[in-house]
Nanobody, 124 residues
Framework: QVQLVESGGGLVQAGGSLRLSCAASGGTFSRYSMGWFRQAPGKEREFVAA????????FYANSVKGRFTISRDNAKNTVSLQMNSLKPEDTAVYYC?????????????????WGQGTQVTVSS
């Protein structure tokens, strides 16, 4: 059983940056693909980014490509999401997810473990 805890959310102005972190416990972290998803009010949860177990492969939604960077530290059991050039439309609750599947799926239902989420609000 994998437990995930996100941190780093907050309020930022458009054009600013935030770094989200997700700490994992309860499993062999290096065996899991890791992902970030987000859910805005009134919308479905959507894929943002994912990274392979080794960190050698990364995947991004078109809407964040070039602005967001996912990374992981298998020694510290953490995955991070560096978010630059933030836009008001990036406002959402951001969730960390884990699963053994590779390549990491983009469908929410394919991920087995989820964190509780952290709020990111981008003001215009």
């Amino acid at each position: 059983q994998v437990q995930l805890v996100e941190s780093g959310g907050g309020l930022v102005q458009a054009g600013g940056s935030l770094r989200l972190s997700c700490a994992a416990s309860g499993g062999t972290f290096s065996r899991y693909s890791m992902g970030w998803f987000r859910q805005a009010p009134g919308k479905e949860r959507e894929f943002v980014a994912a990274i392979s177990w080794s960190g050698g492969s990364t995947f991004y939604a078109n809407s964040v490509k070039g602005r967001f960077t996912i990374s992981r530290d298998n020694a510290k059991n953490t995955v991070s999401l560096q978010m630059n050039s933030l836009k008001p439309e990036d406002t959402a609750v951001y969730y960390c997810a884990a699963d053994r599947k590779f390549p990491p799926p983009r469908a929410t239902m394919e991920w087995g473990y989820w964190g509780q989420g952290t709020q990111v609000t981008v003001s215009s």
